[in-house]
């Protein structure tokens, strides 16, 4: 099972109930779509989760960088995204990391 190490400054503030959300929703995805994804800044493979519901203008995606899995967080405005951070790593859990 994965669990979720939020970085200390992400750059975009995610409030206690989408940490919440996105922990619960980590904690049951598939191995095999995480196996599958390729390195997101060469093919842009992402796993988009479903809350907080992207129409808010917040999407947060698990990703593959530098052979690490992530969670990118992006805020998103009717013309488009404005920004888009990393802001926490995924881990095995029982992983000394």
Do not use: N
């Not at 060469?42 to 808010?56: H, M, N, Q, S």
């Amino acid at each position: 099972m994965l669990r979720v190490r939020w970085f200390p400054d992400p750059g975009v503030r995610l409030g206690g109930e989408v940490r919440r959300a996105v922990e619960r929703q980590v904690r049951v995805l598939d191995p095999g779509r995480l196996s599958g994804l390729g390195e997101y800044e060469e093919t842009g493979d992402a796993i988009v989760l479903p809350e907080p519901d992207p129409y808010e203008g917040l999407v947060v995606k698990v990703v593959r960088h530098r052979g690490r899995l992530l969670l990118a967080a992006a805020i998103w405005e009717h013309g488009g995204l404005i920004e888009e951070y990393y802001v926490a790593e995924l881990i095995e859990e029982g992983a000394g990391r």
